[in-house]
């Protein structure tokens, strides 16, 4: 048996041997910080990453009135090629964020980004209802390898101080994406038809995959570990014990809920009197989005320094504002609360996901997924509770029931102490 014995007598006659180190230590990867060449790579393929997601996504948000016509369903049924979409993806997320822990970050979202581009072309030729649902329902499971893995890998390969930045225009790049997704789909509809729409869409994902695949970094702060699933199910137990994890957990639904509601029905007021606006109009409101684009790595850089706290409750009170000028009769008002509420949401989204990764002390794979499970949740469950909203009381009755998920948003962000600077300390 080897107990260092030899080592001791070698150390003994040679005073040379002795003074040599018996192994080379490991050497320390930095972490990617902003301005250098690595840092601009991760963010373009990331960026593009979250454009393809995002847009193949919620393209179909301003159609859902033309699948009312062409497939004779009412607007709840509807928004079910969307909320069956985002349901799945809410289970999915979890059990992406486990096996990437074995399977790596990487790999899962390069195969989640060309399955994904796929199945949209697949949608398109889909000639009955519970076809094109079928599609979507399986486009829910292979859209789940992109955000969890997107947010564990920015913080495991960000550095600290470049992280709220990193991961805003991450999420820049997803608004951009959901707002080019919806725009180009209802243009390309207005000059041919909706399933060539989709096909187009498609047909750009697989490029973006291609594009993401030979761009990113491979990771260099992931640990591969065996699949354990009770130390796995030990990570998402410890993470929903933790009240601070817990409350953005339900930001996250609560936030994301009110967010699709009001762009899901949206087009049903738009394309209905006084407004009577066309297809390729009503896909022009997503331009909006581009606030989005601007308040998420804005707000996401600013509250690093200003406190992620008060940023999000700042955040949730502009999104209540945003809603309130909705129910204004005038077009432009009705634009301008749109503007103002997707400003705040996208800052209020940056705010809450980053600050996730920076909780969790550990499996931050496991916390990301926790926390996009209940933001895809709130999605597929506010967005569908949205359309009886709609059919009992048209758009007051819309606004009303976001209003008050956002107000329960903000007094759990205040009864939690998220603007306590203590507290927030610890949350990093």
């Given amino acids: 048996m080897d107990d260092g014995?030899?080592?001791?007598?070698?150390?003994?006659e040679s005073p040379t041997h002795a003074a040599a180190p018996t192994t080379?230590?490991?050497?320390?990867?930095?972490?990617?910080?902003?301005?250098?060449?690595?840092?601009?790579r991760t963010n373009f393929a990331i960026f593009a990453a979250g454009f393809s997601t995002f847009a193949l996504l919620y393209?179909?948000?301003?159609?859902?009135?033309?699948?009312?016509?062409?497939?004779?369903?009412?607007?709840?049924?509807?928004?079910?090629?969307?909320?069956?979409?985002t349901g799945l993806l809410a289970v999915a997320v979890l059990v992406a964020g486990t096996l990437s822990e074995s399977w790596g970050r990487k790999p899962m979202m390069v195969v989640s980004l060309f399955a994904s581009a796929i199945l949209t072309v697949v949608s398109a030729v889909m000639t009955s209802w519970h076809g094109l649902l079928a599609v979507r329902a399986l486009e829910g499971l292979t859209f789940a390898g992109l955000p969890a893995l997107a947010m564990a890998y920015l913080s495991e390969e960000i550095h600290v101080e470049s992280i709220?930045?990193?991961?805003?225009?991450?999420?820049?790049?997803?608004?951009?994406?959901?707002?080019?997704?919806?725009?180009?789909?209802?243009?390309?509809?207005?000059?041919?038809?909706?399933?060539?729409?989709?096909?187009?869409?498609?047909?750009l994902g697989v490029m973006?995959?291609?594009?993401?695949?030979?761009?990113?970094?491979?990771?260099?702060?992931?640990?591969?570990?065996?699949?354990?699933?009770?130390?796995?199910?030990?990570?998402?137990i410890d993470h929903l014990r933790d009240a601070r994890l817990v409350s953005l957990f339900v930001e996250g639904f609560l936030l994301m809920g009110s967010f699709v509601t009001i762009y899901n029905y949206i087009s049903y007021r738009l394309v209905a009197p006084p407004y009577e606006l066309s297809q390729t109009l009503v896909g022009?409101?997503?331009?909006?989005?581009?606030?989005?684009?601007?308040?998420?790595?804005w707000i996401g850089d600013l509250a690093g320094r200003l406190g992620r706290g008060r940023m999000l409750q700042a955040t949730i009170t502009l999104m209540l504002g945003g809603i309130a000028l909705t129910l204004a009769s005038p077009l432009a008002a009705v634009i301008a609360g749109l503007a103002v509420m997707t400003f705040g949401f996208f800052g209020a989204h940056s705010v809450a996901s980053s600050w996730v990764g920076?909780?969790?002390?550990?499996?931050?794979?496991?916390?990301s997924a926790l926390y996009l499970f209940f933001y895809y949740l709130g999605s597929s469950v506010a967005g569908s509770i949205g359309g009886f909203f709609w059919s009992a009381s048209r758009w007051p009755g819309v606004a009303g029931f976001v209003s008050m998920l956002l107000v329960v948003a903000l007094l759990v962000a205040w009864r939690n102490g998220a603007g306590s600077g203590k507290r927030e300390a610890a949350a990093r």
């Avoid at 805003?168 to 399933?195: F, K, P």
Wanted: aromatic share 10%; charged share 10%; glycine share 8%.
């Fill in 5 to 12: 014995t030899d080592a001791d007598a070698a150390a003994t």
């Fill in 24 to 40: 080379s230590p490991l050497p320390v990867v930095p972490h990617i910080e902003r301005g250098t060449p690595s840092f601009r």
């Fill in 59 to 85: 393209c179909l948000q301003p159609l859902f009135p033309l699948f009312s016509r062409d497939f004779h369903v009412g607007a709840a049924a509807s928004s079910l090629s969307l909320s069956l979409t």
């Fill in 164 to 203: 709220g930045f990193a991961m805003g225009l991450y999420i820049s790049g997803s608004g951009l994406g959901g707002m080019m997704g919806r725009l180009l789909v209802a243009a390309l509809t207005d000059l041919r038809s909706w399933r060539f729409a989709l096909g187009t869409i498609g047909t």
């Fill in 208 to 236: 973006a995959a291609v594009l993401f695949w030979r761009t990113l970094p491979p990771s260099t702060h992931f640990h591969r570990r065996p699949l354990a699933p009770r130390h796995l199910l030990a990570s998402f």
């Fill in 284 to 297: 022009s409101i997503f331009l909006i989005y581009l606030v989005g684009t601007v308040s998420s790595t």
């Fill in 358 to 367: 920076l909780r969790a002390q550990h499996s931050r794979a496991q916390a």
